[in-house]
């Protein structure tokens, strides 16, 4: 049986009857050429007329060793195998499948699956027991990777719907407001506001109509956990939502999802069909008397959206810009009603908090920081991909620890934490823990949960200008600080990476960065300087390199170069002439070749052809 993704899957049974292959189905193994796995297993089940059911599956969070494919044979342990290739198929069905014998060449790890008790193979390591996945704790990601997300029946055979059935019968809303509270959960979206006394606030007003938001617009460059979510585990979020719904009140709720998350639009649509079928959603729910419809705005993109007021003009159809607050969306929100808005992983904690109780929750984390947070750790790795760890974790932890550490023999530089809206932290923090109030007080913020990492080739002023060249990009123009001030401190960040930076510009910066900051509307100004912020805290000696020197220290920006040609290296070989698109060198087979300074224009090609290292 092939389930595709639009079908409802099977019931786990207690123990598969036949030989179950799982094949890794989100966006990142869909890049990595999942269909075309896909496609080979099903012609070579097939051709070697083996019977298997085939079922999809969302991101397990190990992005690198995509396309993952697991097997299940009866009575044995499930068994990873990465970086599958179509042409890998025939051998894994044949040896595995049909005989029973890993195929070691290919094999990850293995895990004893839920069913029940299965022998191990010998030699092969335990999910668990991999290095990548010693310091994580896979709470909210439990079952990404491990269930077909398009199947409630297998979401309500790992315990799904238990904490909204527990809610509805033996809650009332103010007892989940509490319980919420006492467990520490803050928002995921960036701010970290405690979610308990959001839904109080918001609880506390009656009114005809409430609304409840799943804020799933990620727009953060580098940030990818919500979308996983929703591919992997979307009921783990609905159910969240749902739960939030009754503790406030609320009447209608709305997913805000980006257009450009297809295939988590897709998913999050069946999910809330599934739910309405099974009675979860919609009319008296499970015969509690409560009530709830969800709906689904796709967004356009727009970073802004991101902002809760922003994002509420826009499902009401109106241009996706910030309001002044007072008063808060938990007064008068949606259409002027109250409302509550939370991010996708926010919602994906409740069901933990009110299945395991707040006091398990809030063993995890940190005295004001509580329960785990989900990365997505990307950039100069070796092993990106989606990462769950506890609040407190250190930088080193995440980066060489679960990320491996930095490729190619480099040394690691920054992190990147929040996005547009982070810092870039330097080595001498990577022991400094990760929780929302560590973070601010090294300039940077937790934002959604982007982690990119940088190494020593990477040039800091340059990274502050991409990230400004974002914002400035995305913001709206309601107010003059973000429309203006972004564009001035872009403009002063080009100069200096083009050479032409002035003594000065460091103090324009600084300043700046200060009134941005204090006049801006929304979040999005507001947060705009901390790139600029925190690269002039812990790397100024790159501006000032840039700007007194016109030297770039990583050679990263190539109007700063200055090529030359190494005498006792050239071979004399041509390949810099050959090359060079405004005839800017010259040399012959029996000379030493000569750059025209004045003629070139910094292009690299030259330095890119030469084999021989000569010119530098």
């Not at 004893?112 to 991999?130: S, W």
């Not at 005809?208 to 009921?235: Q, T, W, Y």
């Not at 398990?360 to 070796?382: H, N, P, V």
């Amino acid at each position: 049986m092939v389930l595709d993704e639009r079908s409802e899957g099977s019931k786990v049974d207690a123990m598969p009857a036949r030989a179950r292959i799982i094949v890794g189905m989100g966006t990142c193994g869909i890049g990595a050429g999942a269909r075309g796995v896909l496609k080979s297993i099903e012609s070579e089940l097939a051709k070697q007329q083996i019977q298997a059911d085939i079922v999809h599956t969302g991101c397990i969070g190990l992005c690198s060793y995509e396309v993952l494919v697991d097997i299940i044979i009866p009575g044995r342990t499930r068994v990873t195998y990465k970086n599958v290739k179509p042409q890998t198929v025939p051998l894994l069905l044949e040896e595995h499948v049909r005989k029973g014998e890993i195929v070691k060449n290919h094999v990850l790890s293995q895990m004893v699956a839920e069913e029940g008790c299965e022998e191990p193979y010998p030699l092969v390591p335990f999910f668990d027991e991999l290095i990548i996945n010693r310091p994580q704790r896979k709470q909210i990601l439990r079952n990404c990777g491990y269930i077909d997300p398009d199947s409630i029946e297998e979401y309500i055979a790992r315990g799904g719907y238990e904490a909204l059935k527990k809610v509805l019968k033996t809650m009332s809303p103010e007892q989940v407001i509490e319980e919420v509270s006492k467990s520490g959960l803050r928002g995921r979206g960036g701010g970290g506001f405690s979610t308990g006394n959001k839904w109080a606030s918001c609880a506390k007003y009656s009114t005809d109509e409430k609304f409840v938001i799943c804020n799933a617009d990620e727009g953060d460059p580098g940030a990818f956990m919500d979308r996983s979510l929703l591919e992997g585990d979307p009921h783990a979020v609905l159910e969240g939502m749902i739960i939030g719904g009754y503790a406030i009140g609320a009447t209608s709720g709305y997913i805000y999802i980006r257009a450009e998350y297809p295939l988590a639009v897709r998913r999050i649509k069946h999910t809330i069909e599934q739910a309405e079928k099974y009675g979860f959603l919609g009319e008296n729910i499970l015969g509690s008397g409560y009530s709830l419809n969800i709906y689904i705005k796709e967004g356009a993109g727009a970073f802004v959206c991101g902002e809760s007021t922003a994002l509420q003009y826009s499902i009401e159809g109106k241009r996706g810009m910030p309001r002044t607050r007072p008063p808060q969306s938990v007064e008068a929100g949606l259409w002027d009603k109250p409302t509550v808005l939370n991010n996708v992983e926010t919602f994906a904690n409740v069901p933990l908090v009110m299945n395991k109780g707040a006091g398990w929750y809030a063993q995890m984390g940190t005295d004001k920081s509580k329960g785990t947070k989900i990365f997505s750790l990307t950039g100069k790795i070796k092993h990106p991909g989606l990462v769950e760890v506890p609040m407190g974790t250190t930088i080193r932890q995440i980066v060489f620890d679960i990320g491996g550490g930095i490729p190619r023999k480099r040394r690691f530089k920054a992190v990147q934490i929040g996005g547009p809206s982070g810092g870039c932290l330097p080595e001498s923090l990577l022991d400094f823990p990760i929780d929302y109030e560590s973070l601010l007080e090294i300039g940077a913020m937790m934002g959604s949960g982007s982690f990119v990492v940088v190494d020593d080739g990477t040039c800091m002023v340059e990274m502050a200008r991409f990230f400004m060249d974002f914002c400035a990009r995305e913001s709206c123009g309601k107010c003059p600080p973000c429309r203006i001030g972004t564009t001035l401190m872009l403009d002063i960040l080009t100069r200096i990476t083009q050479g032409m930076g002035e003594e000065g510009d460091i103090a324009m910066l600084e300043e700046m960065c200060g009134e941005v900051k204090t006049m801006s509307l929304c979040g999005l100004g507001q947060s705009a300087p901390n790139p600029i912020k925190s690269t002039l805290r812990y790397f100024k000696d790159e501006y000032i390199a840039h700007i007194r020197d016109k030297i770039c220290p990583t050679a990263t920006c190539t109007a700063l170069h200055r090529y030359e040609v190494i005498p006792d290296k050239c071979t004399k070989c041509q390949a810099c002439i050959r090359n060079c698109p405004v005839n800017a060198i010259s040399g012959s087979k029996t000379e030493v070749a000569f750059i025209d300074k004045a003629k070139c224009i910094k292009c690299n090609v030259c330095y890119e052809k030469c084999n021989f290292l000569a010119i530098k």
